[in-house]
């Protein structure tokens, strides 16, 4: 579930707001915090955490085990231009920022499992068929043939059948 969760939220942008006093009808745990500055302690920063999808660890594991994307990987981390291909974060990105998974089967597959069988993944339902899935998958991931890969999958779907 969390895997399902975190890969819907790769294709969003967003940004947190923060809304001083009377503009804040609502309190939360931003608007509630004390005011560190009249301490007379010195400003301590508390704690600093970052979220890491795991599908995207997978993938950057991933890579050291695919001929082609070490190859890929090597090219862009020197500094060359690999046509369609950019680096960022230790991850290949691919013409709008879609992430490039590789030769790797089963996390195809998975990320496929993902977008295309479960209620959340298939964005207002699943088993959307090969159109909506391939639409779904493009605008996020890419990897060599993926179409016909969409197309197996699909065709072994027995919801869909």
Not at 15 to 25: A, C, D, P, S, T
Not at 40 to 59: C, D, G, R, T, Y
Request: with cysteine; charged share 15%; glycine share 8%.
């Amino acid at each position: 579930m969390e895997t399902q969760s975190q890969t819907k939220l790769i294709g969003l942008q967003f940004k947190i707001v923060y809304k001083r006093g009377l503009e804040n009808k609502t309190a939360n745990a931003l608007s509630r915090r004390p005011n560190l500055l009249s301490y007379s302690q010195p400003l301590k920063i508390f704690a600093i955490s970052q979220a890491s999808p795991v599908l995207l660890e997978q993938v950057v594991s991933d890579y050291t085990k695919d001929y082609q994307a070490i190859k890929i990987f090597a090219a862009l981390s020197l500094g060359s231009k690999v046509e369609g291909l950019s680096l960022s974060s230790d991850i290949i990105n691919r013409f709008k920022g879609t992430i490039w998974i590789g030769s790797n089967l089963e996390l195809q597959q998975q990320i496929l499992s993902n977008l295309h069988s479960s209620a959340l993944g298939g964005w207002g339902g699943g088993h959307l068929g090969f159109p909506v899935t391939y639409n779904h998958v493009k605008q996020l991931f890419a990897w060599p043939r993926l179409k016909p890969t969409l197309k197996d999958f699909i065709a072994q779907c027995i919801t869909c059948q």
